[in-house]
């Protein structure tokens, strides 16, 4: 199988065809600004890699994978473009549940949905609460599995998968030219390290904690490979590192009247 490749996700999406995103936008308010660049300069930049900046991510990513249980918040949005030209954002919200090496709940809701995804390390399934209709496949016993399985099978694409893998640092790190600490900046109220990548066809940031756990707060994916531009914007918050979680947290039990159907691949 190919390497997983960083991805651009919509944010919004219906019950089997749904890229699951558990994470509205809680902008970034920066402190410092990018100084500008010569014209002259420019191609010498484009193929800088700051080696803090690189270091920062690693250590960031390093905790990240070494974390075999956690909890988080998280709030996203998602930019698209009408018929008309027009450029508009889309808003979720929810939570994340991890527990290594083969569970995940992840629950999202909107304006106008409200969706449960549950993996136990043997069966995945999507839950649409409104509608009370659920999809489950048989799934592949790890969480990388998983996310390979529900991407290349099920056509479902699962939003900040890219920061959960093993490899997530040589991933992140793939064909990138442009590497850049653009500075401090504040995310809610915690004090990151700002940091922007760029490889061919996407650009993505990450702000880091600066102090204590290195744990990324901000990550915004941007498809460069069109004029429009269209981001997904993640904050993510109240993580908790030692979470105590349910046995049977991670497995979907039907509620009453439930009306199982099957995923739209």
């Known amino acids: 199988m190919d390497r997983p490749r960083l991805k651009l996700a919509s944010a919004l999406g219906t019950l089997g065809v749904l890229a699951l995103t558990v994470t509205v936008f809680a902008g970034c308010q920066a402190q410092t600004q990018v100084p500008a660049v010569e014209p002259e300069a420019a191609q010498t930049q484009v193929q800088t890699l700051d080696p803090e900046a690189v270091q920062i991510l690693q250590r960031s990513m390093d905790y990240l994978g070494s974390l075999q249980q956690f909890t988080m918040q998280a709030r996203n949005?998602?930019?698209?473009?009408?018929?008309?030209?027009?450029?508009?954002?889309?808003?979720?919200?929810?939570?994340?549940?991890?527990?290594?090496?083969?569970?995940?709940?992840?629950?999202?809701?909107?304006?106008?949905?409200?969706?449960?995804?549950?993996?136990?390390?043997?069966?995945?399934?999507?839950?649409?609460?409104?509608?009370?209709?659920?999809?489950?496949?048989?799934?592949?016993?790890?969480?990388?599995?998983?996310f390979d399985f529900a991407s290349d099978t099920l056509g479902l694409f699962i939003p900040l998968t890219d920061l959960f893998r093993p490899d997530v640092f040589p991933l992140l790190m793939?064909?990138?030219?442009?590497?850049?600490?653009?500075?401090?900046?504040?995310?809610?109220?915690?004090?990151?390290?700002?940091?922007?990548?760029?490889?061919?066809?996407?650009?993505?940031?990450?702000?880091?904690?600066?102090?204590?756990?290195?744990?990324?707060?901000?990550?915004?994916?941007?498809?460069?490979?069109?004029?429009a531009l269209l981001s997904v914007v993640t904050i993510m918050s109240d993580w908790d590192i030692a979470p105590t979680v349910p046995a049977d947290w991670f497995t979907f039990v039907p509620p009453a009247g439930a009306t199982e159907i099957p995923f739209l691949k």
Do not use: W
């Open 174 to 227: 793939e064909d990138v030219t442009m590497a850049v600490v653009i500075g401090k900046d504040l995310v809610g109220d915690v004090t990151c390290d700002h940091l922007l990548f760029s490889r061919p066809g996407v650009d993505f940031q990450i702000c880091v904690a600066d102090s204590g756990p290195p744990l990324p707060v901000m990550y915004v994916v941007t498809d460069t490979s069109t004029p």
């Open 77 to 146: 949005m998602h930019e698209d473009i009408l018929d008309s030209g027009n450029k508009v954002n889309f808003g979720a919200a929810g939570s994340l549940t991890v527990s290594r090496p083969d569970k995940l709940r992840a629950e999202r809701h909107g304006a106008q949905f409200q969706q449960t995804f549950y993996y136990d390390g043997a069966t995945l399934t999507l839950h649409n609460s409104p509608a009370n209709v659920y999809a489950s496949d048989p799934a592949p016993g790890t969480l990388p599995e998983m």
